[in-house]
């Protein structure tokens, strides 16, 4: 087993992830397809696409979130139709039945977002690379630049839209206490005491809603262990027992949580897709400030 001082051991027990020993055996495997789904917020001023090509796991093709999406709505990234994304990851070169590995240059972040994607639209086998691409790089792994070229196959993709939580779900879940708001930003602007990286939206959160930041629920660009994700949530006044929709600026970090609750087997009601990117725009909805 190739080991360095950076690598912290094997993965954990987790039927979401794949270790990166496990892709790099199986990485030329004809129906494994390694999947780089980076994406930062504007504010970062970072280009994921050009970091891709630079520098990127061998074979590992590109998702775009920004383009993959929903293009009628102002809101970013919304989930595309069926027929856009099965276009799409047809031309990636990507079957129904391959195994997908995704990863992100931080480690889990978009990562989460991208694999809970695939698996609406009816991927069963796809999974998130542990550690991502930092422990891909830490351990000496190889690299590509430039981009990488699959042949194109058929993807049949059907909507799930049972896991999706419309505006109307989550007002509802408000006023009838029928399902937990979680949500993922930082304490900073769930307080509403910072800006909002994106610029026209007020800060603050939905009034009853709780506050778990998605980084109490990793560890070093890893998920973290079972004990720490439920004492993130319980510490934060959720009932893991009771339903929860899981939000966040824009439905990106919100999938980080849904992840972490799947992993301590509690299955998420919802994501909410529009999260604050919609709530924080729309005048007619309540906002509190401070903490919960």
Known sequence: MLRTDKDPGPSPANRFLKSTDWLAEHLHDRDVVAVDASYFLPTQKRDARAEYRSAHIPGAVFFDIEEVCDHSTELPHMLPG??????AVGALGISNGDTVVVYDSVGLYSAARVWWTFRLFGASNVFILDGGLPKWKAEGRPLETGDSKRPSKQFRAEMDIGPVAMLADVRLALSSRSAQIVDARSAERFAGNVPEPRPGLR????????????????????????????AAFTSAGVDLDKPIITSCGSGVTAA?????????????????DGSWSEWGSRPDLPVERGSQ
Do not use: C, T, W
């Open 203 to 230: 800060a603050g959160h939905m009034p009853g809603s709780f506050n778990v930041p998605f980084d109490q629920v990793v560890d070093n660009g890893r998920l973290a262990p079972r004990e720490r994700i439920e």
């Open 256 to 272: 980080i949580l849904a992840l972490a609750l799947e992993s301590v087997g509690r299955k998420p009601q919802g994501l909410y």
């Open 82 to 87: 069926s027929i856009q994304f099965g276009d």
